[in-house]
């Protein structure tokens, strides 16, 4: 076994890492995860670490699950590859589609495989314009997504997300792509004076706007993530959502829930739709169909646009050579029966979720949490440098970097969004685990006060 150091000399000689200052990296050193078991990660230095992030929100049945080891072990020996392009179909990639059928909401009865979430909201935008085409409504083009919300690095999946820093690199976003602000309210809607459910309406209201600016007839569809997750855990006011429900159905506009973050149970529902409240059209899945075991992704396509693209569509011109992999399949179905078998989505919505949201909401009283919000398995606290005013901290500070500091040097994974501190653990963590996370993540905050102060 190498040594930490020599992992990380043949680390930054080689490996370019995603979303990463290649040269600071490699200057720095990357920490070198080497196993993990249940919620906790081991390094190459041998320390244990309890990984609130999922991985990246993925693990959900958590690390070293026996059942989707076989399958895959299984799957391998019996038929490791074969495509669905040539009229063909392998018995894991037939079954998936069918219990996806059964675990989402009714409207959706087919399923399109993709490699990746990024790859499934490129089909997304193949998808809808396709559809609209078929319909001989061919101008409307126009998707309308949001600030700060994320769907991915593809060309298309980083032209529907809003993240301007990845728009000013390499000429995005696409043509035909617009985005409205998100429905922040403790940055948007508190300054105001608005009540939670005020705003919600208010901000679902910047889509109607938008969709007039565009011209009704030019607008093919809506995307959002139900939470914005890689946004901070933005967890939008109830309001929000129905409200947006109704003004797409008021054009006509195909409604994209992008799940990937929310499916398989991380707000206490199978889906964030449920939990939010509205119904989709289109849904894009991926991290937790597999618990990250193995990478797949896909779209599950609504009777709306099923019925149109099956019907009167003919060939539609777009694939993966991953589309349904059998292996990835196989270990999906062996992941959503083990949610089911361990009712990990229950327990997520009666048990550990309620849990957590009582143990942020007692962090209220800590002198840098500003805000906090959870749903199901997924929170963010805020750090501010005034409660009492909401006043941010300067953000060269780079508050959020310097507890994320000390959560690593401490044992915890915890995501720093700005000042946001998000968290989306295993749903297979216990309560006992939830008071162990809570310790760390108390630690940490009262050693980043102390740096601030
Ligand atoms: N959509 C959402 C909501 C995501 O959070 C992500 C990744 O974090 C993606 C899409 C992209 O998925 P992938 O990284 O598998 O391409």
Same mark, same amino acid.
């Given at each position: 076994?190498?040594?930490?150091?020599?992992?990380?000399?043949?680390?930054?000689?080689?490996?370019?890492?995603?979303?990463?200052?290649?040269?600071?990296?490699?200057?720095?050193?990357?920490?070198?995860?080497?196993?993990?078991?249940?919620?906790?990660?081991?390094?190459?230095?041998?320390?244990?670490?309890?990984?609130?992030?999922?991985?990246?929100?993925?693990?959900?049945?958590?690390?070293?699950?026996?059942?989707?080891?076989?399958?895959?072990?299984?799957?391998?020996?019996?038929?490791?590859?074969?495509?669905?392009?040539?009229?063909?179909?392998?018995?894991?990639?037939?079954?998936?589609?069918?219990?996806?059928?059964?675990?989402?909401?009714?409207?959706?009865?087919?399923?399109?495989?993709?490699?990746?979430?990024?790859?499934?909201?490129?089909?997304?935008?193949?998808?809808?314009?396709?559809?609209?085409?078929?319909?001989?409504?061919?101008?409307?083009?126009?998707?309308?997504?949001?600030?700060?919300?994320?769907?991915?690095?593809?060309?298309?999946?980083?032209?529907?997300?809003?993240?301007?820093?990845?728009?000013?690199?390499?000429?995005?976003?696409?043509?035909?792509?617009?985005?409205?602000?998100?429905?922040?309210?403790?940055?948007?809607?508190?300054?105001?004076?608005?009540?939670?459910?005020?705003?919600?309406?208010?901000?679902?209201?910047?889509?109607?706007?938008?969709?007039?600016?565009?011209?009704?007839?030019?607008?093919?569809?809506?995307?959002?993530?139900?939470?914005?997750?890689?946004?901070?855990?933005?967890?939008?006011?109830?309001?929000?959502?129905?409200?947006?429900?109704?003004?797409?159905?008021?054009?006509?506009?195909?409604?994209?829930?992008?799940?990937?973050?929310? =499916?398989? *149970?991380?707000?206490?529902?199978?889906? @964030?739709?449920?939990?939010?409240?509205?119904? &989709?059209?289109?849904? %894009?899945? /991926?991290?937790?169909?597999?618990?990250?075991?193995?990478?797949?992704?896909?779209?599950?396509?609504?009777?709306?646009?099923?019925?149109?693209?099956?019907?009167?569509?003919?060939?539609?011109?777009?694939?993966?050579?991953?589309?349904?992999?059998?292996?990835?399949?196989?270990?999906?179905?062996?992941?959503?029966?083990?949610?089911?078998?361990?009712?990990?989505?229950?327990?997520?919505?009666?048990?550990?979720?309620?849990?957590?949201?009582?143990?942020?909401?007692?962090?209220?009283?800590?002198?840098?949490?500003?805000?906090?919000?959870?749903?199901?398995?997924?929170?963010?606290?805020?750090?501010?440098?005034?409660?009492?005013?909401?006043?941010?901290?300067?953000?060269?500070?780079?508050?959020?970097?310097?507890?994320?500091?000390?959560?690593? =040097?401490? *044992?915890?994974?915890?995501?720093?969004? @700005?000042?946001?501190?998000?968290?989306?653990? &295993?749903?297979?963590? %216990?309560? /006992?685990?939830?008071?162990?996370?809570?310790?760390?993540?108390?630690?940490?905050?009262?050693?980043?006060?102390?740096?601030?102060?």
């Amino acid at each position: 076994m190498r040594t930490t150091a020599q992992w990380q000399a043949a680390d930054a000689s080689h490996f370019l890492h995603p979303f990463t200052d290649f040269g600071a990296l490699a200057r720095k050193g990357s920490r070198i995860i080497t196993k993990a078991e249940n919620i906790y990660l081991t390094d190459s230095e041998g320390q244990r670490i309890l990984d609130a992030m999922s991985g990246l929100w993925c693990v959900n049945v958590g690390y070293g699950q026996q059942a989707l080891i076989d399958a895959a072990t299984r799957q391998l020996k019996e038929l490791p590859f074969y495509n669905a392009f040539f009229q063909t179909a392998t018995p894991p990639a037939i079954e998936l589609a069918e219990l996806l059928a059964e675990v989402t909401p009714p409207q959706f009865q087919h399923v399109f495989f993709a490699g990746s979430g990024s790859e499934g909201n490129d089909t997304i935008v193949r998808m809808v314009r396709r559809y609209w085409d078929i319909l001989g409504q061919p101008e409307r083009q126009v998707i309308i997504s949001r600030k700060n919300g994320y769907h991915g690095s593809t060309m298309a999946g980083a032209s529907l997300g809003g993240m301007s820093y990845m728009h000013a690199q390499g000429g995005l976003p696409i043509p035909n792509i617009t985005h409205i602000d998100q429905p922040y309210w403790y940055e948007n809607g508190r300054p105001q004076g608005l009540s939670r459910e005020d705003f919600g309406k208010v901000a679902a209201g910047w889509l109607e706007q938008k969709i007039l600016e565009v011209g009704p007839e030019k607008v093919a569809a809506f995307i959002g993530e139900p939470i914005q997750g890689a946004g901070g855990v933005i967890v939008p006011p109830e309001t929000y959502w129905p409200e947006i429900q109704r003004i797409c159905d008021k054009y006509g506009i195909l409604l994209v829930s992008d799940e990937v973050i929310c =499916g398989f *149970g991380r707000t206490g529902n199978w889906w @964030g739709c449920e939990t939010m409240g509205f119904r &989709p059209d289109l849904m %894009t899945f /991926a991290k937790g169909v597999t618990s990250g075991y193995i990478p797949l992704g896909g779209v599950m396509v609504g009777d709306r646009v099923a019925k149109v693209l099956i019907e009167q569509g003919g060939d539609f011109n777009h694939g993966y050579t991953y589309s349904g992999h059998p292996v990835a399949c196989a270990v999906a179905l062996a992941n959503i029966k083990l949610i089911r078998e361990l009712k990990l989505v229950e327990q997520v919505r009666e048990n550990t979720g309620p849990y957590l949201a009582a143990q942020f909401k007692a962090l209220e009283d800590h002198p840098l949490v500003g805000e906090q919000q959870t749903k199901g398995l997924m929170g963010a606290l805020l750090l501010v440098k005034d409660k009492a005013q909401g006043t941010p901290f300067a953000s060269e500070l780079e508050v959020g970097m310097v507890c994320r500091g000390h959560c690593f =040097g401490n *044992g915890l994974i915890m995501r720093a969004v @700005g000042d946001r501190m998000i968290i989306a653990p &295993p749903l297979v963590i %216990t309560r /006992a685990q939830v008071d162990e996370m809570m310790a760390l993540i108390r630690r940490a905050l009262d050693l980043t006060l102390t740096d601030v102060r």
